[in-house]
């Protein structure tokens, strides 16, 4: 990613401290111990685990997600496809009016990545289905609506705002979103940064700001612990709750593309907004689904008996906020 300005000391954007995030608590060691992770998720807000996921199964979906990246050019072909190393010449051919700033590629380059068969199966695995059955009251709903952030060079990328994914997810405040590298991610590379306990008082209002989602969430000095960040490794895995602040580390690393994986989950007690069965490419899931080898994950939220909430545009409208 293009190095953004320093950090600077607008409290609107929560970037107190961000520089220089204390660690991540781990709580990889909690969970056979559905009480204690709870507790720890309602005092938090976040709960981190390492190696929660097999390293191969993401290995798997980041070649895949790279062999599509590489089929459109944007890599450089004289290193190994693994390392996911970028073709800056390439990558800035893509005009400004073309390219997802919210993700990092293309529009069309955003549904080649969609169309990876293993990116929708990696969700429902085991090991996070388990997890959320722990966390969540009444059956777990896996959102369809898979985001894939594919960070490169370009010059029109900024780094992910602070913000609360409730706005952009709505439906329930309940929802609870995983964030996992597809592939190694210190923070050299722009990895996710917390502030815990941001969650307990709810929604915060707006304001207007660049990068993914173009908002970020208003912050007043007393809601500014210090950030906790990591380095990650392949497997691991950063949930947190709908209404915890959230942004991406400064990527000093511009040469590598940061591939990371957002998926929501939710009881099937809960609404959920409309939109959160679409696809983030915005195109139909028959676009979607073409060259799948399997039909499991295809269409299965239709079997579900989900209450649907339409999209409440005021939540994302910036108002003030007075501390």
């Known amino acids: 990613m293009t190095n953004p300005p320093p950090p600077h000391d607008s409290n609107a954007l929560g970037q107190v401290n961000l520089a220089d995030p204390v660690d991540l608590v ?43 990246i590489a089929a459109d050019g944007w890599l450089d072909d004289a290193a190994p496809l693994e390392q996911g190393r970028l073709d800056h010449r390439a990558i800035d051919t893509i005009p400004d009016d073309e ?27 085991p090991a ?4 959320y059955d722990d966390l969540i009251d009444g059956s777990v709903f896996v959102h369809p609506r898979h985001i894939v952030r594919a960070m490169t060079s370009h010059r029109g990328l900024s780094p992910t705002p ?17 964030w996992a590298p ?22 915060r209002p707006v304001i207007e700001a660049p990068g993914a989602g173009h908002i970020g969430a208003q912050l007043c000095d007393d809601d500014l612990p210090r950030w906790h960040g990591a380095d990650f490794a392949a497997g691991d ?64 939220w239709l079997d579900a008996d989900l209450t649907i909430e339409p999209w ?9 906020r007075i501390c």
């Open 26 to 68: 781990e709580s990889t060691d909690l969970l056979d111990d559905p009480r204690a992770l709870r507790a720890r998720a309602d005092e938090d807000g976040y709960l981190f685990f390492r190696a929660l996921l097999p390293r191969e199964a993401v290995l798997e979906v980041r070649r895949d997600i790279l062999a599509a």
């Open 99 to 125: 390219l997802r700033d919210d993700i990092g590629v293309s529009e069309q380059g955003y549904v080649h990545i969609q169309q990876v068969e293993s990116l929708h199966r990696l969700p429902h695995h």
């Open 128 to 131: 996070l289905l388990s997890l």
């Open 162 to 178: 602070a913000h609360q994914d409730f706005p952009l997810v709505q439906g329930t405040g309940a929802t609870w979103t995983c």
């Open 182 to 203: 597809l592939g190694d991610c210190p923070r050299s590379l722009g990895s996710l940064a917390v502030l815990p306990g941001t969650h307990r008082r709810g929604y």
């Open 237 to 300: 895995v950063l949930t947190f709750n709908a209404y915890t602040v959230h942004r991406s580390l400064p990527a000093l690393d511009r040469d590598h593309l940061r591939l990371s994986m957002d998926v929501r989950y939710q009881s099937t007690d809960d609404p959920i907004e409309a939109r959160a069965l679409t696809n983030h490419a915005d195109v139909d899931w028959a676009t979607v689904y073409q060259g799948w080898g399997d039909t499991t994950f295809q269409h299965y």
């Open 312 to 320: 409440d545009d005021a939540l994302i409208q910036p108002s003030r």
